[in-house]
């Protein structure tokens, strides 16, 4: 099974901030997708990277696949209170779909 | 449509009692898949149905734990016996057929054992 690493683990950054979050693996993927997990609630799809070099933007969040298709990145501009949650980046593991799951980075972004 | 709809939302059980976790996935989705999501070990795979058939269960953790998918709009995961260590969030999530496609979770069962 191909294993998803995501850092940093926690992150607590005020207002205004920029801030970047990684998914790293040894292996490559095919696509990987990023989902937000508020408390009380499942996770939820903000976007799937498939290309390598891929970009995509969402409002103030912008998402990178590596070259490689080992990595992505999340980095969100001018983070709001709002943004506060559980950043979750998962893939499918070795051509089948079963989606694993990436550790998480828990985001707090005080007002 | 409603969405993935679980039942119950909270559970509180005695470790040896039997647990019943319920799913309604979206209409017209083809995938099924239950996590457990726990702060020490994430969110973890534990089973996955393709239109009612069980294609993955690598995930389930042992023979305590069994799901089943009776039909399109229904499945259950079932413990028994419980123990303690079963403690987490069960989530169930359901999509259409593909790569790349979204994966709509529900609000999830919180599990205590006791």
């Known amino acids: 099974t191909q294993l998803l690493e995501q850092s940093p683990q926690f992150l607590s950054i005020q207002e205004g901030e920029n801030l970047t979050v990684y998914c790293n693996s040894s292996s490559v993927f095919s696509s990987l997708q990023w989902y937000r997990q508020e408390p009380g609630e499942g996770p939820v799809l903000l976007v799937t990277?498939?290309?390598?070099?891929e970009v995509k933007k969402l409002k103030r969040l912008t998402f990178q696949f590596g070259d490689a298709r080992k990595d992505s990145s999340l980095h969100i501009t001018a983070a709001q209170p709002g943004d506060t949650g559980l950043y979750l980046c998962a893939g499918p593991d070795s051509g089948t779909y079963k989606y694993i799951f990436g550790t998480g980075t828990r985001l707090k972004v005080l007002a | 449509d409603a969405g993935v709809i679980q039942s119950p939302r909270h559970e509180v059980t005695e470790m040896g009692q039997e647990v019943t976790l319920r799913c309604k996935p979206i209409s017209g989705h083809d995938y099924l898949f239950w996590y457990r999501q726990t702060m020490m070990r994430g969110l973890e795979l534990l089973i996955y149905f393709n239109n009612n058939v069980p294609i993955d269960d690598s995930g389930m953790p042992e023979d305590r734990f069994s799901a089943k998918m009776p039909n399109a709009s229904f499945s259950t995961l079932k413990i028994q016996p419980s123990e303690p260590r079963d403690s987490a969030v069960y989530f169930c999530?359901?999509?259409?057929?593909?790569?790349?496609?979204?994966?709509?979770f529900g609000q999830g069962t919180r599990l205590t054992v006791v």
């Open positions: 999530a359901s999509s259409f057929i593909g790569f790349n496609t979204e994966a709509f």
């Open positions: 990277v498939v290309t390598g070099g």
